[in-house]
């Protein structure tokens, strides 16, 4: 790929951990790759995978979710509604022809902020390997119910 | 959905942007010139703003000013963590007139300006920040917080002297207190130090009254030997079950005179004293130290032969007589309560001092921790304050050894506060003691507290030898006629340049304070955050210091962070005045962020029941749809992300919302 590919990231964060390990990387200054941004939810489990087909088909080239590690989720289990849904949306990506490796689940607690400057970088840098999404737009433009769903 | 008609029924989505300097954090990277003027182009943007501390008097007033002046009925402002500052914006809304849940907050700065390196590419992400949430806020909608009573009754968990503290303030304020202790006694650490510092007022001394205050508080439920199991509920209303271990002495008919103990066949104690850490032995029944509250012993059943045999002649109950306080047949019992608030004060362990093996602790008899030494030099301790070695001499050279445990990238990297200073006071106690020749290796003296600089002075004056060095090892091998039968201490004296090897004694090793060791437990019980070092997290560093990130449970003491007695002290009673604060005030309001559902989508398929937590969906089999209790849900918007109609939504979380977020990122 070309230097000047720069991936565009969706991140879907929970409120209770990773939106706080975001929040204690920025205060600890540490620096990461400016690609993936965060759009807050409660909690995981309120990743709809409508959400993450419509960041993709709006344009993202990866989408990361972030959870609390299993057994610490503030809802108790929500994380692992998490878990098994985007198992299952990654073999229906693969249908769509979209690399099941562009969307990626990790689980990263209030305290990780170094582990969330790495997966940034990591996943930032990965998409970056992989290229532009290139779909076949009418592939996932055609799913009626995001097409109703969506504003 | 057009996303037009929600505010206040003016008819059309004015927005106003707010952005955010921060002084330099956010305009020192984000071009917040640049910034502003983009947002000020964006759909439905009325008027778009950049400010130097949008958080600041001035600030709010700014933006209170545009909701009137240009009939904002939407309001976005880019600046800090929401956790920080979207209750301040909220309550800024709501001055000018609006509905507060009409506001959106971009995170700038913790999650732009101070992770990025490049100003080019923070600006970029700030703009798709902005973006989205200038998308998202025209579908915002008003919103009203939910209202629930709060029960006045408030449980404490930990008898230490954070407990103890934020027990007595509340019961003072007239407020019924739970103080559950898991010991059989209260008193924690504090009870078992000699004397304090800078002050060296004894510890009991200060201790037992505030001890004894709490067992004849009228208001004051004081549950030792009790465990917290289980805990339901939320903020105003927790369900808390607490498991009352068995004494096997009846505490409402037990008097405390303790003739039991004096009566035990065992006419020696034969197990380790858990309150003198293993320096004496106690009897199989047992009253923790003298004055133990409440002053009812307890009977170890691993200990006691009539529970290993039943051939005892079970010579205390026979002394109880009349009494009759002694019942064999107790078993762990499960109480119920209820309360508004948690305060949890579960402290801290030392750190095992086996952990570093090339200081001999566990090896060379003459090795000691710093806990041992409290009980050592204490009057009413195992010796009664003769300070003497296990090998049964005096000690004329001692060696205190500072950052045991602390300070180490191979244990913990953080300074545990209080070592420095609990060294010192060691160092001067032995000394008084003994007239030992008392040496103290530091890394760096540490006495950052009132009277404590002049304290360590006092020290120096008073001839304790301070060598800036940390002890590489602690060995037996002599290398001189001098060393002969010493434990000698290899030491890099950095002042010198030098390394040296100095003969003592005695070795005291000064631990660092941990977390206790089922801190994760008792986290994922009251749902607390940690830090990395698995100190219990507060909501902030700050400016919430007491508050955790789960409404209604408080911080005290060293759960929270290693500290000293004065400020375990006033964060014991910061606790019990945020958790007065919540009791007064009667109700509680909580952020709207329920789920619901519109019976008119719903289909029945009942998906999202079996997704639900907390059981707060049911079928309404008459309808054939399913039903919402908000009273149970807590809002985490599964069952949401579950609807494959689209009739399960979440407040602040609406599907069109975060479509449009996404949108809105993805400029």
Redesign the interface.
């Known amino acids: 790929m070309s230097e000047a590919f720069n991936p565009r990231i969706v991140g879907f964060f929970c409120n209770w951990c990773t939106y706080l390990a975001a929040d204690l990387a920025g205060t600890s200054r540490m620096k990461y790759a400016p690609n993936v941004r965060v759009v807050r939810t409660m909690c995981s489990g309120r990743v709809d995978p409508q959400l993450v087909v419509w960041a993709f088909r709006n344009g993202a080239d990866g989408v990361l979710i972030g959870g609390c590690h299993p057994g610490d989720c503030h809802y108790q289990e929500g994380n692992y509604k998490t878990l098994r849904r985007m198992g299952l949306l990654r073999t229906m990506l693969a249908q769509l022809g979209i690399e099941p490796d562009r969307l990626r689940l990790e689980w990263i607690s209030a305290s990780e902020g170094e582990r969330l400057r790495d997966v940034m970088n990591e996943f930032s840098a990965q998409i970056r390997q992989l290229g532009p999404l290139e779909t076949k737009s009418s592939v996932i433009s055609s799913q009626s119910s995001v097409a109703q769903a969506a504003p | 959905?057009d996303?037009n008609g929600n505010g206040k029924g003016k008819g059309s989505v004015r927005i106003g942007v707010y952005v955010c300097h921060c002084g330099t954090n956010i305009a020192g990277k984000v071009d917040v010139i640049r910034l502003a003027e983009t947002a000020g182009k964006l759909p439905g943007v009325v008027v778009s703003r950049e400010y130097k501390y949008a958080c600041s008097d001035p600030g709010q007033d700014l933006i209170v000013q545009d909701v009137r002046k240009y009939g904002l009925n939407r309001v976005v402002v880019a600046s800090c963590?929401?956790?920080l500052h979207e209750l301040t914006f909220r309550k800024t809304v709501a001055t000018a007139g609006q509905n507060p849940y009409l506001f959106h907050m971009v995170?700038i700065?913790?999650?732009?300006s101070?992770?990025?390196?490049?100003p080019e590419?923070?600006t970029?992400?700030a703009e798709?920040?902005v973006n989205?949430a200038v998308?998202r806020a025209a579908?915002l909608r008003e919103l009203e917080p939910r209202r629930f009573p709060v029960n006045p009754n408030v449980l404490v968990v930990g008898g230490g002297i954070a407990g103890i503290h934020t027990a007595l303030t509340l019961a003072n304020a007239n407020k019924q207190v739970y103080l559950v202790e898991r010991e059989p006694t209260i008193g924690g650490h504090m009870a078992q130090f000699d004397k304090t510092f800078p002050t060296l007022d004894c510890a009991a001394c200060i201790l037992t009254p505030k001890m004894t205050a709490v067992k004849q508080h009228p208001n004051i439920h004081l549950m030792t030997y009790c465990e917290v199991g289980e805990v339901s509920g939320f903020v105003g209303s927790f369900k808390v079950k607490v498991k009352k271990y068995p004494r096997y002495i009846d505490e409402d008919k037990c008097t405390g005179c303790g003739e039991c103990i004096e009566a035990c066949i065992f006419k020696e104690g034969k197990t380790p004293s858990e309150f003198d850490v293993g320096l004496s032995k106690r009897k199989p029944v047992y009253l923790s130290f003298p004055q133990a509250v409440p002053p009812i012993p307890v009977i170890d059943p691993e200990a006691c032969i009539e529970f290993k045999s039943h051939k005892c002649p079970k010579s205390c109950v026979e002394a109880c007589g009349d009494r009759a306080a002694i019942d064999f047949t107790q078993t762990t019992r499960e109480v119920e309560l209820e309360v508004g608030a948690v305060v949890v004060a579960t402290g801290f362990k030392p750190f095992d001092a086996r952990r570093l093996p090339q200081y001999g602790y566990g090896k060379h008899p003459n090795v000691y921790t710093s806990l041992e030494v409290e009980r050592l030099v204490n009057a009413s301790g195992p010796t009664l304050g003769q300070v003497v070695m296990r090998d049964g001499r005096k000690p004329e050279s001692i060696g205190v050894l500072h950052c045991i445990g602390s300070r180490d990238e191979n244990t913990n990297r953080y300074c545990s506060r209080v070592c420095c200073m609990y060294s010192l006071k060691l160092a001067h106690l032995l000394k008084e003691k003994t007239g030992a020749h008392v040496y103290n290796f530091y890394i760096d003296m540490r006495t950052p507290g009132k009277g404590f600089e002049e304290f360590y002075k006092r020290l120096l004056e008073e001839g304790i030898s301070c060598i800036r060095g940390k002890v590489a090892e602690v060995s037996t091998w002599p290398q001189s006629p001098a060393e002969e039968g010493k434990l000698v201490l290899r030491v890099e004296d950095t002042l010198l340049g030098a390394v040296r090897r100095i003969p003592v004694d005695m070795v005291v090793l000064s631990v660092g304070l941990e977390p206790q060791a089922d801190s994760d437990q008792t986290r994922?019980l009251f749902?607390l955050?940690?830090?990395?070092d698995g100190w219990f997290?507060e909501r902030h560093p700050k400016l919430a210091p007491v508050d955790t990130?789960t409404d209604g449970v408080f911080l005290a003491g060293c759960c929270q962070g290693p500290k000293d007695i004065p400020d375990t002290v006033a964060q014991g009673g910061a606790a019990a005045a945020q958790s007065l604060a919540l009791i007064d005030k009667g109700c509680v309001e909580i952020e709207p962020?329920t789920a619901f559902i519109d019976q008119e989508i719903c289909s029945g398929c009942q998906i999202c029941i079996a997704?639900c937590?907390?059981t707060a969906i049911q079928f309404d089999s008459e309808k054939s749809v399913a039903a919402l209790n908000e009273a149970l849900c807590?809002?985490?918007?599964?069952c949401?992300?579950?609807c494959p109609s689209?009739a399960a939504q979440?407040n602040l979380?609406l599907?069109?919302q975060?479509?449009?977020?996404?949108?809105g990122?993805?400029v």
């Open positions: 959905m996303g963590s929401p956790h995170n700065r913790e999650h732009v101070w992770v990025t390196e490049d590419a923070a970029a992400k798709a920040l989205a998308l579908f994922r749902n955050g940690c830090s990395s997290l990130f962020v997704m937590p907390y807590k809002g985490c918007g599964t949401v992300a579950a689209g979440q979380f599907d069109e975060l479509f449009a977020e996404v949108q990122v993805l």
